[in-house]
């Protein structure tokens, strides 16, 4: 076991490979592999939505999760129904599909008789032994490992009344927490184990992680949970994941949002690339080695946050583009800049580029203007008004896909 943490000094936590059979991918987590990013299914899901096109279209939607940079798909199984939909839909697509489960020792046996590739129990509440033997016999059996999900919201009774009694921190319960659970995997020599604390705190979950670090070996999925809506939620998780992650902690994240789980995903590329940057900063505490665990490949969007000046819908293009951008495998910087004060100066830095310039578009291609719409050109009804270029895009946005295809 490796210890926390300072100055490079990074913990290596042991590997645990998830999925690797039938045709799931297999993504290792830990080590001094990549830090993968996660996210959760956000609706129930039945039967009706696999068949035919419904089911094309949940697939279609888990692969573009898998192209954004997501490595692993949580799904809520409440029930032993939930398991088959989720079985026959692990059936369908090739991202590591795990399943959350709580208390229920017969849902986590059925969904193992599926190619789901991990799941997430915690032994101490799935009432008994010998419950917990078969699961854990029968995960080993398969290579499926498990993840403790301690939750911040659902301690145990004791440390919970410890915590009320200010005989505890909710850190230090959180920890204790997750140490209960290591040991029962222990006392059975189950080894394939993750490990999460979430708490909606951010020093809570910050000061947690940080303990527990030094404490086991395992995998550590870090996050603050119930972070609140896309704004409050990315700033909060921001804060504390930039803390664990720039000290050599985390080896999976989930950015838990109260919006799309595209948003969450994206939201996890852009810590991990801000911590990155951090670490590779000579004056901060981190290592190239550790910093290149961070790094991602794909596009990176700059783009101006609009004011009164602007010719061009910077919002409106960035987020039609987002997805498409983020779902590229192309190590690129994209500007979108809504006029020439610095649109056309930022663009000329960018691989590509788009701005708005006086009643005109121009798109850059590495410093050279490319493409120039007028607005007459952009949309005709609004010949005239430099405001509206840009409202109606097709134009603008056909010569920038046809651009981005060259790239
Ligand atoms: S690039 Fe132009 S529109 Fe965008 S914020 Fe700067 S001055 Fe305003």
New binding site residues.
């Given amino acids: 076991m490796s210890g926390v943490i300072g100055a490079a000094d990074v913990r290596i936590a042991k590997t645990v490979t998830i999925g690797g059979f039938d045709h799931v991918e297999a993504v290792t987590i830990g080590g001094g592999f990549p830090v993968v990013i996660q996210t959760m299914w956000k609706e129930r899901l039945s039967f009706s939505d696999l068949a035919d096109s419904a089911g094309e279209a949940v697939a279609a939607r888990i692969n573009r999760l898998k192209a954004m940079g997501c490595g692993l798909l949580r799904f809520a199984v409440p029930d032993l129904q939930s398991a088959e939909v989720l079985g026959q839909l692990a059936g369908m697509v090739s991202m590591p599909l795990v399943a959350d489960i709580h208390f229920d020792y017969n849902i986590a046996l059925r969904c193992m008789d599926f190619p789901i590739a991990k799941i997430r129990i915690n032994p101490g509440n799935i009432g008994g032994r010998d419950k917990v033997r078969q699961v854990l016999e029968k995960a080993a059996k398969k290579g499926i490992p498990l993840r403790i999900g301690v939750n911040a919201g659902s301690l145990p009774l004791d440390l919970r009344e410890a915590v009320d009694k200010g005989d505890l921190d909710n850190a230090e319960a959180l920890v204790q927490a997750a140490q209960r659970e290591l040991a029962i995997f222990k006392e059975f020599d189950f080894n394939a184990v993750l490990v999460s604390m979430k708490a909606s705190g951010i020093a809570d979950t910050v000061r947690a992680n940080r303990m527990l670090a030094g404490r086991t070996d395992a995998p550590l999925h870090i996050g603050v949970t119930e972070a609140g809506p896309l704004v409050a939620g990315v700033a909060r998780n921001t804060a504390a994941l930039l803390h664990l992650l720039t000290g050599g902690i985390g080896d999976t994240l989930r950015v838990s949002l109260s919006d799309t789980m595209e948003n969450e995903v994206i939201a996890g590329r852009e810590i991990l690339g801000a911590a990155a940057e951090l670490m590779t900063a000579a004056e901060l505490t981190g290592t190239e080695a550790s910093a290149k665990r961070l790094r991602r490949n794909g596009v990176t969007i700059v783009s101006?946050?609009?004011?009164?000046?602007?010719?061009?819908d910077?919002h409106g293009f960035t987020a039609r583009w987002m997805p498409v951008l983020y779902g590229l495998d192309k190590n690129i910087t994209v500007a979108v800049?809504?006029?020439?004060?610095?649109?056309p100066g930022?663009s000329r830095h960018a691989d590509l580029g788009i701005?708005?310039a006086g009643n005109k578009v121009l798109i850059f291609r590495r410093g050279k203007v490319i493409r120039t719409i007028d607005a007459a050109e952009e949309d005709l009804s609004a010949a005239g008004d430099v405001s509206a270029v840009g409202d109606v895009s097709a134009v603008a946005d056909m010569a920038f896909a046809e651009e981005l295809e060259k790239m």
């Fill in positions: 101006c946050p609009r004011c009164g000046r602007h010719g061009f910077t800049m809504g006029c020439a004060v610095n649109g930022e701005t708005g």
